[in-house]
């Protein structure tokens, strides 16, 4: 009964860790069961979810070389509010690994099935490239939240991503979506964000998701305390924001009804 969403941008630094652990924080909030998956062995989504990934038992890169499972291999976060599938630069073996394995896209797919009952969401952290770890979290999903700055340059990359998911859609996963284009460390004070933001509006339409993420140092410094910003200091701008996108969220994705409720 799980949807899930992968957080994707080929750009580094652009807001997709910081989009995935709060917003699993903010969903949390709200009464949503959460799984995050890291699938950057740089491990910043285990490392801001208070996990420490040196000292992870079992990681991501286990259960795409189906060595582990899942529900083996997941922890709690710090504040045990969601679940973590954890990455270490172990992971960055996998991707060579992957090659010459059979069902090298489908591996973390197939291993999200066996927890489907357990979350509403899941929510997957991809590294800055569209590689076949990135592949594996799009062959896994219902949609794709693409977190972006509103600057000069930030069109440009979009338009790779949208074709990639466009050819995962039509090859490899009919079930995956462009859920939509969220704008992150928005300074409103800045004449060509709103540029951007307006071409984005013009161009996009009701795929850009209505809630605006404020450039927030508070968000920035959680981290380090091994926490989301919604949960390091809740009253933030920066935290307000991620807890409206995850209603946002739950508004444009529908809560997952029973299957029972959804037949009749
Ligand atoms: P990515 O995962 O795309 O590489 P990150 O989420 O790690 O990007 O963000 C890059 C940097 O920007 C980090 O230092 C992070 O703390 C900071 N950052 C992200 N979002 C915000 C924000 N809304 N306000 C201020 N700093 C932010
Ligand atoms: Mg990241």
Known sequence: MSRIFCVAN???????????????????QIGQRVLLVDLDPQGNATMG?????RTLVHSVYEVLLETTGVAEARVRSERGTYDVLGANRELSGAEVELVALERRNQRLAQALQTVDADYDFVLVDCPPSLSLLTLNGLCAAHGVIVPMQCEYFALEGLTDLVNTIKQVHANLNRKLQLIGLLRVMYDPRITLQNQVSEQLKAHFAEKVFDTVIPRNVRLAEAPSYGLPGVVFDPSSRGAQAYVEFAREMVSRVGRPQPASAAAG
């Not at 979810?49 to 990934?53: L, P």
């Open 49 to 53: 979810s208070g996990v420490d990934k």
């Open 10 to 28: 080929q750009k580094g630094g652009v807001g997709k860790t910081t989009t995935t652990v709060n917003l699993a924080a903010g969903l949390a």
